[in-house]
């Protein structure tokens, strides 16, 4: 069955470390993106990808950075300039349109220690 | 821009029960809406969505939406809610941004179902 996976489900990090969050899809999905959440906001969006090699800033883009190289895949490095990294994050990818919405895989929980 | 605004952040109801939550969204112009369910540590799930023609959706799990032009709302409702119902529930809306294909999310409902 096609999907998103992201790994790992829970991760842990000292400060001032650079920590990678892995999401792949298999939906053959043009654009990807991530979103963290934190209790009672909602979910931001930090970046999106709509296409391979090419991403851009959501609303909370600093202290994170992400790349696509390839369509599966959607990386996020959480970087020791993020000030409040713990937080649930979620990648999510859509097959273009807007009306198709998104499917979401089933989170990372970072937390900083 | 658009915005969403869940106006309860939680919303108690007894087993059995009916339930709305509700949803409403900043502009008038065509838009597509969305609600999804996340329950605890998962991610979000599609339950319904409207794009175009029939006002009353139907989505998985018993649940319905009304969008409602003239009031820009698109309120979540079920008849008889269940303990397995207890989640979170997100109401989105597209961005008419033709450029991209985002989704701009509500704070989110959470309900909480007591037997």
């Known amino acids: ?3 998103i996976t992201q790994s790992p489900k829970y991760l842990f990090r ?3 470390q650079n920590v990678t969050l892995s999401c792949e899809q298999n ?3 043009d654009a990807m993106y991530w979103y963290r959440q934190d209790p009672g906001q909602g979910l931001r969006l930090i ?3 709509q296409i391979v090699n090419d991403f851009q800033k959501g609303d909370i883009a600093e202290g994170y950075s992400v790349s696509r190289e390839k369509k599966e895949s959607f990386p996020l490095t959480v970087t020791s ?5 713990t937080a649930f994050y979620l990648c999510a990818s ?3 349109p807007p009306q198709r919405g998104y499917t979401f895989g089933s989170g990372t929980r970072l937390t900083v220690v | 821009a658009q915005s969403v605004t869940q ?3 939680q919303v108690p109801v007894f087993e059995e029960a009916p339930v709305e939550l509700r949803c409403n969204y900043s502009s008038s112009v065509s838009v597509y809406l969305f609600w999804y369910v996340q329950y605890p540590n998962q991610g979000l799930q599609l339950l319904l969505k409207y794009l175009s023609g029939s006002t009353l959706v139907k989505g998985i799990n018993g649940f319905e939406a009304e969008f409602n032009k003239s009031q820009t709302s698109f309120h979540l409702r079920k008849p008889s809610v ?13 961005d008419q941004d033709g450029a991209t294909n985002k989704l701009i999310f509500g704070t989110g409902t959470l309900l909480a179902v007591q037997p």
Do not use: M, R, W
Not at chain 1, 81 to 85: D, E, F, H, I
Not at chain 2, 82 to 94: G, K, L, N, P
């Open chain 1, 27 to 29: 939906l053959n999905h």
């Open chain 2, 7 to 9: 106006l309860d952040s």
């Open chain 1, 47 to 49: 970046y999106y990808s």
């Open chain 1, 81 to 85: 300039a993020q000030k409040n990294p």
């Open chain 1, 94 to 96: 859509s097959i273009g």
């Open chain 1, 14 to 16: 000292k400060e001032g």
């Open chain 2, 82 to 94: 269940h303990i397995s119902d207890t989640a979170e529930y997100f109401c989105a809306v597209s």
């Open chain 1, 1 to 3: 069955d096609g999907g």
